[in-house]
Every structure is written in C-alpha cells, then in structure tokens.
C-alpha cells in the first residue's frame, strides 16, 4: 500500500530565491518566504526558527550552519540545507521528491542536507 500524502509546511529563509521559482513544491505544500510573505528580510536566525516551529514548518536554507545549534531546541519540524548554486529547478525536483517521499517524523529535530546521505541529529 502506498504512503499517504502528506502536505508538509515549509519556511523559505530570506537568502534563498523567491518560492515562485519552485512550482513543484509549491503546487504540492504549503510554503511561504520569510523575506517576500513574511515581511521580515534582516531577522536573526533565531527568530526565523522560533517562526518555523510556532507554524510548525520546515526551514529551507542555505545557511546550514546557522541553524545547526538551534535543531532540537524546540518542538520543531527540521531543517533541510540545500547546497548553494545549482539552478532553482534542480532544487525544486530535488526537494519535491525528498518530501514526497517522507513523512513528518523523518524532519523533525534534524538538519538533513539536500542531496547527501541523511545525518541524525
């Protein structure tokens, strides 16, 4: 029996492209942009993650190191590093199939990198 489908909410950081350059994911989630929806380019870190858990989204970044410490210190969803340069199209496919593919409980408290082997946290 196939997986449900689950439509996972995602927090794009203000240093990734606006989320109208990934139709995949936002054809199937829930997204929203920290800059462009939210209004609040410039926020520290950590409240871009106090936002992510309030809603109960994943962070999407480039910037993996600066959540790294901050995974687990909250009931959050995840964080998924992707890496920095490859086309937006590249990293549309790439995170649509990776979200697809899981569930809710495979993002929470880690910081997964996008196209790498998945590591705990």
């Known amino acids: 029996m196939p997986k449900r489908f689950y439509k996972h909410k995602l927090l794009y950081d203000e240093n990734m492209p606006p989320r ?17 929806d939210y209004h609040k380019a410039g926020i520290p870190d950590e409240e871009v993650y106090a936002l992510a858990a309030e809603q109960g989204r994943i962070i999407i970044t480039i910037n993996r190191d600066d959540f790294e410490h901050l995974v687990g210190t909250k009931a959050d969803c995840g964080v998924i590093a992707v890496p920095d340069g490859p086309a937006a199209a590249r990293t549309d496919t790439k995170l649509t199939a990776l979200l697809m593919k899981n569930g809710p409980t495979h993002f929470r408290g880690r910081v997964i990198p996008l196209g790498a082997p998945d590591t705990k946290r």
């Not at 109208?20 to 462009?36: E, I």
Request: hydrophobic share 25%; net charge positive.
């Open 20 to 36: 109208t350059q990934y139709p995949r994911l936002n054809a199937h989630f829930d997204t929203k942009h920290v800059r462009d």
